[in-house]
């Protein structure tokens, strides 16, 4: 990894991605950070210059529940730089009812996991162009609630879903990434790219955003020393940065003493997780000229 490499990170405007950023600023990294409004990714970035001063910091403005703006960020950042060293994709939300995208598709499905599909495929030569480069996926263990995984049915259901019912959509879009990062591992492997994946066990950053107690009940488990964020951000600027995983791929690793993690079935499963990835190219293709 070079002294000042360039990393590429998603949902760096709040909570585990804004202090992944600035502990990767601090270590000298040139940041490329993607943001949905110019007044968030302001204030990340006035925050990360004040933690270090000298911090470069590029913005790419785009709405991760359209495929055409993962797209085109995606485009964006590839022509800018000439090599991009580790791609962190770390942007996801946990709806607690069913919205659709303006493509018409699941927006769980749609941030959570094909937004990072696309914008992996959109930076791989970059990334191929560095020494040694890395994608690094934010996964979680609620991957192990997620109901039955029907494919490729459930890259598409806009069935509606309540509060309880919104975990299993969570779980199964986070059991589609690591399924998706371990392929990926695979059809890289030999290029001197790495991927893996990590569980940032429970955070109370960002914790229910769109549930009306979520603020007091942040600031309670705060107080009680519960949900220490700095934990998660932790393993995702070791996977980033840290000379121990140099060349180790296909991993999905736990804040709990950075233990590997077997994915719950069929998360492990190498037919289910190339079936995932040839279902998603015929979506994407199928929706690229909408």
């Known amino acids: 990894m070079p002294s000042h490499p360039t990393i590429v990170i998603t949902g760096a405007t709040s909570g585990l991605g804004r202090l992944a950023a600035i502990d990767l600023a601090k270590q000298g990294a040139r940041l490329a950070l ?17 933690a270090s001063p000298d911090a470069e910091v590029d913005v790419f403005l785009a709405d991760f529940t359209r495929l055409g703006d993962v797209r085109r960020v995606g485009a964006e950042i590839a022509a800018r730089y000439d090599r991009v060293d580790v791609l962190i994709n770390n942007a996801g939300l946990h709806g607690f009812e069913q ?61 509606p879903f309540t509060t309880r019912g919104s975990s299993l959509r969570y779980g199964k879009s986070k059991l589609l990434d690591i399924m998706f990062t371990l392929e990926l591992a ?94 998603t190219e015929e979506l994407l293709q199928a929706r690229s000229g909408e």
Request: glycine share 10%; aromatic share 6%.
């Open 34 to 50: 993607t943001a949905r409004s110019t007044e968030r990714a302001a204030s990340i970035v006035a925050e990360i210059q004040t």
């Open 99 to 159: 919205r659709i995208t303006p493509d018409g598709l699941p927006e769980m499905i749609a941030v959570n996991y094909l937004a990072p599909w696309i914008l992996t495929q959109a930076l791989l030569p970059a990334l191929g162009r560095a020494d040694h480069a890395r994608v690094v996926n934010v996964a979680s263990e609620a991957s192990r609630r997620h109901g039955t995984l029907v494919l490729p049915d459930d890259l598409t259901d806009t069935s």
């Open 186 to 279: 695979r059809r890289i492997e030999g290029t001197g790219i790495t991927a893996n994946c990590l569980d940032p066990g429970f955070n109370v950053t960002g914790l229910g955003r769109e549930l009306g107690f979520a603020a007091p009940l942040e600031k309670l488990l705060t107080r009680l020393h519960i949900g220490d964020p700095t934990h998660g951000s932790g393993l995702i600027v070791r996977l980033a940065t840290d000379p121990y995983f140099e060349g180790q791929s296909g991993g999905y690793y736990t804040v709990k003493n950075t233990a590997r993690l077997t994915p719950v079935h069929p998360g492990s499963d190498a037919d289910t997780q190339r079936r995932l990835w040839e279902h």
